[in-house]
Every structure is written in C-alpha cells, then in structure tokens.
C-alpha cells in the first residue's frame, strides 16, 4: 500500500518512508506507529491502542511512546510544537490529521520487497527485458512461462528480477516471492515455497489462505500459525496418506487457481541452494498444460551449481529442450554499457567517457565490481563531487597500486576501514546468516537490541555493506528491524576470518537466544538451531534439533532431507560422551530406516536396520535386535519374501534367551504370524501367536498394541474368524492413522478388506475401499492406489462382473507392483477368476502361467490369501477345460491347504469343488459324501461366498440325481443367500445387476434340471 501526503510517500511493501524519491530512515517502530497513525487517521489513537498494535500489549514506558511518536513526527518534518500532520490530543491520543491519498494501482497486492537494496540503474539487459516483455503476453492469453535469470555471482540477477518484477506490478501482476540460503536450503523441504507463501499471507492473508485451504491443503499445515488447534487436527486427517506428489499438484493446482482473477510472478532466487523437491514443483508446473497466468522466474548461478552436483542445470536443460522455459543469461557488460552506466551515475557523459576504459580493464565489466570500485574510487576521494558535479581528481587514482586486483581486496580494503565497533557487529552479523534481525546480532554482541538496531542504522547510513529488508517478530515478542548483507561475498569473507573459536562462540550464544525465543516452538526453527549449536560445538543440543528438524521435513513429505538430517545426527554422536549413546544410535537408525523406507530406498532402510540390530547385538541388548528384526520381517513381508522369513526365524531363534514373557511371546507371535502369513498353516505357529495374544491383552502401548492386533487379525483370518479379523484390522488402522505410519495402515486394510469380503458386508467393503482409492489418486499414491483398485477388482469378481473386474485389474500398471509381490499376485488371481467366469479359459491361463513363472524366477511362494483364491480358481479352469484329474488335483491341494487350521469357509469350497468334480467323473457317492461335507460347514456358518457355491452345488447334485424335494431347497438357499448379497447394493447399481443376473441365468438352469426325468440309478444314490 502506498499513502501519498504532503510530498511523503509511506510505502508499507517496502517499509520505505520517501521524500522526493528519496528515502529517509525510520527505525522499524517509528515506522510501526507513523503507519498505524495514518491507517487510522479517521479516529484519534489511544497509547494503549498503540502499546497493543505495536508492541503487542507488552509494558512499556510512556517515555519510549513519546520517543517513538516524535521520531516519526521528525522524520515527515513535523514537531511537537508545529503538530502539522501528527497532533496530540491532551489526555485522550494522538491523531493523524494530514490529507492522505492512498495509491490506486496493483502494487498494493505486491508482497515483501526484495532483499537486497537495488540500483535503479540496470543497463545492458535490453534483449532480456524484450524477453520478458513476450513472455508477459503469452501470460496474459492464459499461457504459463518459465525463465531461468543465470549468469556468476554479482552479474545482477537481482537487479534485473527486481526491474523486471516492478515492471510486472504496474501491468497488474502479484508477487510470491522466494529465496534460497545457502546453509539451510538443500535440506528444507519446499522451504522458498513457504517462505513465499508465508510473507504473501503476512501481507493479505485472508485471499491467499482461503486459495490454500481449497486447492492446497497439504501446504496449509506447514504455515506457521495460519490455523488453530482444533482446524490442524482436521486438517491432518484430511491429508493422513499424503505424498511428496500431492503436494507437488497441490502447489501447481494453486498457481492456476490464484491466476484466474490476476495475473502473478512467482520468484525463486538462488536455486542453486535450493532443496529438490522445490525443483519437483517447478518442474511439475512448468509441463502442465492447464491454463495459468502465472510466470516464474528463477535464477541460478551455473558454476555454482556444478561444484555441488546440485541438479537445477539439468532441470534447466530438460524444460528448455522441450520448450517449456527460456533461460536469460545475464553476460558482463561491454565497455559502452559500463559507459552507459557511468553516465547514469555520474550525469556526465565526458567524465563516463574518461573513467569507462581504465573502470572497464580492472571490472571486465563485472556489474558487481565495477559497483564495487566505484565506491572504493569515491570514498578514496580520486573521483569527488563538486557543486558543477562529478569529477576525476586526477589520472593517477588509477595506478596499479592504487587499485585493488579482485573483489576480495576491494571488500577487504572496505572492512580495513571500519571502526572495531562496526566489524565487531559485522563479525556477528556474518555468523547469523545473509539475512538477519537486530535483534540476534545483539544476543551474539551481549548488547541491547535497540542500541545494536541504531549501530545497523548508522552503518547503513555510513556504507553499503548492509541494507534494510523489512522487520523480524520472534515468539517471544522481541521486535526488531531485519537487515541483510548487500552481497554474500561480505558476509563470506568476514564469516571466514573470524577465529575458530570466537565463531563457535557466537553461533552457542545465537542458537541459545533463538531457543529462548522460539520457546515451545523451536520446530519452527530447528535447521537453524542444529546449524549453530552444530557449529556452537553444543553437540547434544545439535542432536536435539536435528532429529526435530526431521520430523519437520517428514511432515512435509521430505524423507529423503529427513534421512540426510539424521546422518548428520549419527555424525554428530560419535563427537561427544553421550551417556546414552547406545540408545540413541539405534532410534536415529530407526528413524532413518523409516525415512529411507517413506522415499522408496528399501535396500537403505533394511541396511539401517541391520545396523541397528549388529548395534544392539555389540552392546548385548537383545530386546533392541528382536525390535529391529522383527522390523525386517514386517517391511519385507510383501516385498523380499526370503528377508521376511530369514528375519521372522532368526527372531524365533533368538528369543529363546529372553526372560521377559511378554515381550518373548509377542516378538515369536509377530515372526510366527508372518510364518502363517507366507508359508501355511503350521500348529506350532498357531500356538505361538495364541499365547502372544493372551499375554498382551491388557496392554496399552503403541507398539504392542499394533503387534497384537497384526497377529490376530492373520490367526483369526487363517481360522475364518472374520469379525474377530476385521476388528482387528480396523483397530489396527486407526492406531496405524494416529502415528502417521501409512505403511502399516495399508498392511491393517488389506486384513479389513478380506474380512469384510468373505463376511459379504459389500456395502460397507466397497464405502471403505472407494474412500481410500480417493485418498490415495488425491495423495498421489501409486502404490496404494492400485491395491484400492485391486480390491474392488475382487469385490467385482465374487459380485460375478467379471468384465468390471478386468477392467479394474487392467487399469492397474504393472510398474507399480513391480516391488510388491504380494499384489502381483493377488492381480493375476482376480484376472484368471475374472477370465473363467468369462469363459475365456486361454486368458485365464496367461495369468496361472505368469504366477507359476513369478514363482519359479524368485523361488517364492504365495501368501495364503491369495493362494486359497488360486487353488479354487484353478480346479475350476480345469473343469471348464474339461481337465477332470487336474480339476480335482487342484481341489485337494485347497483341501490340504486349508484343513488343518481348520479354514472352514475355504475347507467348505474345496470339499464343494471336490463333490463338482466327482459328479463330473461319474462317482455319485464320492460326490455326495464331499457335498455333506461342505453342507455340514456352511449351515453352521455365515460364509455367504461359501454357502451360495455350495448350496447350488447340492442343487445341482440332488437334480441331477433326481432328489427333487432337496435340490429344489438348495436351489432356494442359493438364491436367498445370492439376494442378501445383492441387498449390499442399490437395485440400480452394477453389482446389483450382476448377482441377480447371474442369480436368473443359475436359477433357471437348475429348474430346468429339476424339470428332467429321473437317472434309472437314481434310487441307488
């Protein structure tokens, strides 16, 4: 916002009071009050009304008020006696009376100025702004553009954005603005990304927030108080499952959104330092083919960036092969551009003329030096000003060894000449970072901060080593001015000639004032606070920050900056006497395990695990291997099948030393449940996982609680237990949600899932799975994408639409299964079910073909869930092949899968396809004895997928046998039961449909077998 009085411009994006185009200085405060005067002009401002909006309602002495209110008074030429435009109202306030025009143009949308005090003479750079200019009416037709400023350090990258983006305002664009830093950027997620929206909101909040909220939930938890309590819980419920992909279409989603009512420029300085997944967004939005007035704007120095291996360049060279951005190269200028610029400067054609070839031969025409050098020329008085204007003292202030040979010699020589006051300040400054508050240095100097404010004014005053960038407001409510160094070159060149250690010593005081301000909230700052306890040699407080700085990048979806934290946090043991150095090194390991695991590095994450239990193995703690081994097994359980069971029977070998009970039984019950899970049914298992679950009963932590319940729900599902199953399964999602822990939430739904399809509650299987496939697509989650699909695949094929499950399981990429077994198997046993209730027997048997191969390629075998869908599956094909001795090959190895648990719904359907294929081969009494068989099981039982199969079995039987009166009941359970199932659905439905139109074609079928006379041997049988 602009307020324009007298010949006074206060501008509130800038913080800038202006006079004639000139700025005068306001220390923050004075500009707090002048602003809140003239914002409230209509009214007369009470102290407490200004004790509130400025110092946040703190104590403050009526001396700093009047001090403050007079400063601003001076600064716009008023006084306590003239009362021109401030006047004091005795014992009521102060008022605003001056006539005051506020300016009717779209920088008022603008966001926090850059930070680095700008020439406004930017010569040299016409074709790039030409450039911009192209780019800026393909942005307004709807076209999204990308440009990346490069060139070298000092070339005017800055400058040039800062030109280009003022130009940009006045044609009606808004601003995000970010920056990388050069300590903290490659390791915090999105971090220009939230600074950007950030200061946008500090601006206007509530239109920007608003945008998020709809568009962008997942960024709205990582804006530090933009919401309260009770709306981040929703929130976090909202986005449990999200990825780091989500996040990336979120952020573009609301680029797009935010442009529909005007056109915006978001910035990125300095990506050079920037973190990857702050490239995954602009590398997202700059391919998408939406409609978005929205240009970016980023600049990079290119050698910079090769040093590191950072990967910006290729990033660069990727859009712009394909055409998605420009690069403006910034080059050094030539010799009539330096002359150019020396005329600007000096408004001298004849003296630019003079000084551009000795300015161009020591500079090259390197716009930082040849600034830089004019200083040094100015301040050594061989180019003075004079009342006719500029002139050149004389020829010989360019001699050799009058002038500095590099830019290090010329800031050097600047640093020479400061007082110990100012480099003792600066020197502090340089630790603090490139930007800083007044409010820092001062904890690093022992001072006051007003007193080290007014030294920063002063030397601002002086020279061009610093420069103002806004105001910082810590937690704590200290409130003090923020300033920053003009170029990093100074704050490098001081940071690194300050003495070891007088630098740790600044960095511990830095880090300790930060952590007392930051109280409560110190995850808010935590790279910065490990940076300088790290470097303070406050090693455990260092630890602290890091491990907390990791779960802030978890939370934004940054496991792979997370691991890279916590490698420096192992690091960082081994420097210092941890008393509990031993537990500590195994929960980073742990935590680092999970992050590598969180960003697809599962070779990473099991090598950490290993660490951990070789760890605890080294120190004789027993319980810490079989935690870590048991880890193992559960993250290899549906991925690396031989892992999972090396690690599931090293932990049963194991434990036989333990002498706590409970801990023994659970630890044995976890790796016998995978046992069950991936080999069959074995009885010492069953009795293992039994008295895991009897022990833990009364248990209320986490851990054992997410143990038990993985136990049970395998044992009760191996039983047929499936109200038990899925209790245990939905308890075990619900404790998986509260600890964030997607993993172990998929692995509870898939217990859930196959509980709740074999009960034939369908309805509320489908309600399940439907909300979280949409979890998943809006979390951009492959993974568990394709298993939500799969799921319903299955549930389409037992509701008989079999082509709706194809289709499913089609819509399913291979690619993503690639590192999950258990899935691919689980696709090809819905497909070959799919493809024989299509009697499609050759499409079926690609899909046995591909298991078998699977199988025989990684020596593996399948996990009983999907091999009781197998064995079932496969005698049928071989019925419908008319393959009789396979058929009933198939059945008996489901029989002998299955019994000895006993698994009575799958017992029920082998003994029904052993009567089916006994009745095929003629033998009435082998029939008859495997129907009573599976009849004695289902009527005792609610297996609706199990009763319906059966039921027509004995239907069809008896029929063919001639028993009307039984086949005729059968016929009747198999379409009361097939009803109850269509009942999950509404009558319009497609699975509704499907049951009561396979339903028809059976049921006619049957009574058509009914209608048939009678077999002569019927009587015998």
Known sequence: MLYLFDEFVLDTDRRELRRDGRTIPLQPQVFDVLEYLIRHRTRVVTKDDLI????????????????????????????????????????KGVRFIGTVREAAREVENAVVPLKTEISTLVVGRTPSFGTIDQMTRHVLSGKRQMAFVTGEAGIGKTAFIAKATEQLTEQGFDQLYGRCTERFGTDEVFLPLIDALVSRYRANGPELISAVRAHAPTWILQLPGVIDASERAAFQDEVFGATRERMLREFCDLLEALSIDRPWVLVLEDLHWSDFATLDVLSRFARGNGKARVLVLCSYRPADSSVGGHPIPRLHRD????????????????????ERYLALRFDDEELASSLSRPIFERTLGHPLFVATLLKHLIDQESIVEMDDGWRLSSQAAFAQDRIPDSLVNMIGHELDRLTDNERRLLDVASVAGEEFSAALVAAGLSDDAIDVESDIEASIRKDQILVRSGVSEWPDGTYSGSYAFRHILYQNIIYQNLPPGRRAQTHKRLGNRLEEAYAGRTSEIAPALALHFEQGRDFPSALRYLREAAKNSTKRLGHAEAASYLTRALGILDRFDAADKFSTRVALLRERSWALRSCGDLAGSIRDLRDMIACAEQAGEIKQQLNGLTAVSSLCLRVDRHACLEAAEDVLSRSQALADDTFKALVQGSSASVNLFLNGWRKQDATLCDRAIELSANATNYGILIRRNGISGIVDCWRSRYQECRRAGTEGKRLARLAGDVYTFVLFNVLESIALIHLGEWRELRREITAGLELAVRNANGPSSALCRLTLAWLHVEAMDFDGARELCESVDDSLLVGDQSTYFHKRAVLAKAYVGLNDPSGARRQFDDIERRRHEEGIDIEFTAATQVYHCLGEYYLQVDDLTQAQSCARQLHDYVATAPDLNHL????????????ALGNSAEAQLQLSRALEIVDGADFPIASWRVYRTAAEIFAKYGDVDRATTYRMRFVETVRRLAQNFEPGDRLHKSLLAMLATRTAQLEAMTSLPSRPDSARH
């Open 52 to 91: 509130s909006a400025i110092w946040g309602g703190r104590i403050v002495s009526e001396s700093a008020l009047t001090t403050r209110i007079n400063a601003a008074r001076t600064g716009i030429g008023d006084s306590g006696e003239a009362q021109r435009l401030i006047k004091t109202l005795p014992r």
């Open 319 to 338: 859009l712009e092969i394909h055409g998605y951005c420009s690069e403006l190269r910034l080059d050094r200028l030539s010799r009539s551009e330096v």
């Open 908 to 919: 029920a359907q082998a003994h029904g396809l052993l009567a089916r294929t006994a009745l």
